[in-house]
């Protein structure tokens, strides 16, 4: 039988899964490289990311964030202003179509801080599908609003007591209700992870960041940016805007990971940048980077922001990374915290503490840089979700 679609990035990626999976996925490759053939499908997609999801979203020059740092003139894609808060809905609608075109009418989510779950929640209530979402039960404790939104759009939510009752576990129990129920359900996977087709087709749902931002750097700025800067939990963001300049050899394209509290505190989800717990292992059915102990088990992670708390990175990122087209650096929680207040007091944006990761390394590098250079930073969500972590982290000093 004919590949339609690489599997690999380099040695990364893959599909190690259960052999009872093997026909789901590769009906899901099918169809996906289907979709993408038919106009039908992109017209429907375009139609609907326009009208509900609300595209393009903008491109805003950044003015007193600029001047304040007194270097590169900054851009913000705001992402921020896409539906239901954040870039996620751009995978979850594209892949909800797929879910149709496949006549599957339930799918299962996992979801660490939520924002994927409603994402997924919310084009499940679009589209008439059946929802159920896993989500640790220590996660659910914390995000508690993001769980109840998911139930008045109607979703399931269903709390997952294994292991570290976090993300990871909640991935963990979606595949094994997939296994279960693949005949009618599709796994709905909410970042630039899996076995292959995944890191594929929600790269391809993603670039539609990279490629507005692109047309709208070259009609506002007249040029395209000198760097490109997203933050990185599974990398669908980040994958998403460097898409639009990989060919770009001009351009320079960095990803931020979560520092937490420092690299040599261990307590960190910067998969790239701990020369000491990273290594190449095989988790939730593909090879990439993960973060283990020297038993191979996977590590506990931590970081502020609850979107980029993981342990592994998509496949696609660790090529880049290898092949050096990309580069990969960390901001620690403080710094996160910081260049979220600096954003909400320059630009009157308040930004998700993932997408403060990506502002951080701003911060650090535009004073660095000449005025009349560029950076693009994806500003991947907006902050209201993270409301009750920074009245926490900040409280006496607000
Ligand atoms: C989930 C999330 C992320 C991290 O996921 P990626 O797949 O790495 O993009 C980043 N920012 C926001 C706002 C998120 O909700």
Known sequence: MTTLLPHKFGPYGGQFVPETLMPALIELEREFVSARNDPAFNAEFDKLMASFVGRPTPLTYARRLSEKLGGAQIYLKREDLAHTG???????LGQALLVKRMSKKRIVAETGAGQHGVA??????????????????????????????????GAEVRPVESGTKTLKDAINEAIRDWVTNVRDTHYLLGSALGPHPYPTIVREFQSVIGREAREQ????????????????????????VFSGFVKDESVELIGVEAGGSGIISGKHAARFGDATKARVGVIHGTRTYVLQDENGQIAETHSVSAGLDYA?????????????RAFYTSATDEEALSAFQTLCHTEGIIPALESSHAVAEVIKRAPTMRKDQVILVNLSGRGDKDLNTVIKELGQNL
Do not use: W
Not at 86 to 92: L, V
Not at 222 to 232: E, F, K, S, W
């Open 312 to 324: 592994a990175v998509g496949p696609e990122h660790a090529m880049l990374r290898d092949t050096e």
């Open 217 to 240: 750097m070259l009609m506002d700025a007249g040029r395209l940016p000198d760097t490109v800067i997203a933050c990185v939990g599974g990398g669908s963001n980040a994958i998403g």
């Open 86 to 92: 954040a870039h996620k809905i751009n995978n979850a």
């Open 120 to 153: 997924s929640a919310t084009v499940a209530a679009l589209l008439g599908l059946e929802c159920v979402v896993y989500m640790g039960s220590v996660d659910i404790a914390r995000q508690e609003p993001n769980v109840f939104r998911m139930k008045l759009l």
